[in-house]
T-cell receptor, first 113, second 112 residues
Framework: EADIYQTPRYLVIGTGKKITLECSQT?????MYWYQQDPGMELHLIHY???????EKGDLSSESTVSRIRTEHFPLTLESARPSHTSQYLC????????????FGEGSRLTVL | DAKTTQPPSMDCAEGRAANLPCNHS???????VYWYRQIHSQGPQYIIH???NNETNEMASLIITEDRKSSTLILPHATLRDTAVYYC?????????????FGKGTKLTVNP
């Protein structure tokens, strides 16, 4: 059973606000990821991390930033939200020895008005 | 450049086997085939993976052709809850999931 949690599940916020999407896992996984997915569209990797103090940008350019201060925690921040940031954000983690098997959280659906 | 090709959609009757094909003609010798599914905007769920032998678990079976250029995911007795988008992915297990490309997948609809 995967133990990876995202909060909030749903967030409606006004333009210009700063938001942080939380992601935590209790499996001790070194690798963590953020994907972005619009309704009915493909998943796109926007950030990933190999471990503490490691962060990299993914295939899709994003104005969001991430940090990895603790192994279990990988928050995503938008300094100034815009309507174009409206999307679903999915967090995932994997063990280093089997990076093909990702464990996903339930997602955070962000709507920026 | 897509590493896998899947039909965009398929239908299956409830209780029947669902056979989802995937072409991966450029797969390299040490790459594995992974299958995931995503049920209506939830996070994708890992199903199964294999290298060259057929694999079976409690969710599904994976049949990989001898030349490894294609594979089939089999749900032996599909239920309505199996309606989802199914993704076939080719990757190295130790390669780092930054290379995990989900693509468009196959939307499977299980009909009553």
């Amino acid at each position: 059973e995967a133990d990876i949690y995202q909060t909030p599940r749903y967030l409606v916020i006004g333009t210009g606000k700063k938001i942080t999407l939380e992601c935590s896992q209790t499996m001790g996984h070194d690798k963590m990821y953020w994907y972005q997915q619009d309704p009915g569209m493909e998943l796109h990797l926007i950030h990933y991390s190999y471990g503490v103090n490691s962060t990299e940008k993914g295939d899709l350019s994003s104005e969001s930033t991430v940090s990895r201060i603790r192994t279990e925690h990988f928050p995503l921040t938008l300094e100034s939200a815009r309507p174009s940031h409206t999307s679903q954000y999915l967090c995932a983690s994997s063990a280093s020895w089997n990076t093909g098997e990702l464990f996903f959280g339930e997602g955070s659906r962000l709507t920026v008005l | 450049d897509a590493k896998t090709t899947q039909p965009p959609s398929m239908d299956c009757a409830e209780g029947r086997a669902a056979n989802l094909p995937c072409n991966h003609s450029t797969i390299s010798g040490n790459e594995y085939v992974y299958w995931y599914r995503q049920i209506h905007s939830q996070g994708p769920q890992y199903i199964i993976h294999g290298l060259k032998n057929n694999e079976t678990n409690e969710m599904a079976s994976l049949i990989i052709t001898e030349d490894r250029k294609s594979s089939t995911l089999i749900l032996p007795h599909a239920t309505l809850r199996d309606t989802a988008v199914y993704y076939c992915i080719v990757t190295l297990p130790q390669g780092g999931s930054e290379k995990l490309v989900f693509g468009k997948g196959t939307k499977l609809t299980v009909n009553p």
